[in-house]
């Protein structure tokens, strides 16, 4: 069993930050990697940012240079810096970890129940 716990959604002016925190617990004998992902009202989830156990970064273009993810691999802890926000990054962001659990298993994908982020003045 994983459970992925995620913090930080909220309310917040156009212009402003917020930080996303999703912690994974159980038993995981590996995380490959971790991600935020985003789905919009009417529209499909999307990635937003990944960031393997190597610590390479990816972000869709819609974010590049305003959010920033990073990982604490002792906690098994993705976080997701998201400045100068604006109202088209308003969505419920999910916390992604694509991990083993014990071996032989193979790598799954696990989600969070996410966040609500909701940029408005």
């Known amino acids: 069993q994983v459970q992925l716990v995620e913090s930080g959604g909220g309310l917040v002016q156009p212009g402003g930050s917020l930080r996303l925190s999703c912690a994974a617990s159980?038993?995981?004998?590996?995380?490959?990697?971790m991600g935020w992902y985003r789905q919009a009202p009417g529209k499909q989830r999307e990635l937003v940012a990944r960031i393997t156990s190597g610590g390479s970064t990816n972000y869709v273009d819609s974010v590049k240079g305003r959010f920033t993810i990073s990982r604490d691999n002792a906690k098994n802890t993705v976080y997701l810096q998201m400045n100068s926000l604006k109202p088209e990054d308003t969505a419920v962001y999910y916390c992604?970890?694509?991990?083993?659990?014990?071996?032989?298993?193979?790598?799954?994908?696990?989600w969070g129940k996410g966040t609500l982020v909701t940029v408005s003045s």
């Open positions: 159980g038993s995981i004998f590996s995380i490959n990697a």
């Open positions: 992604n970890i694509y991990a083993v659990l014990a071996l032989p298993s193979r790598a799954m994908d696990y």
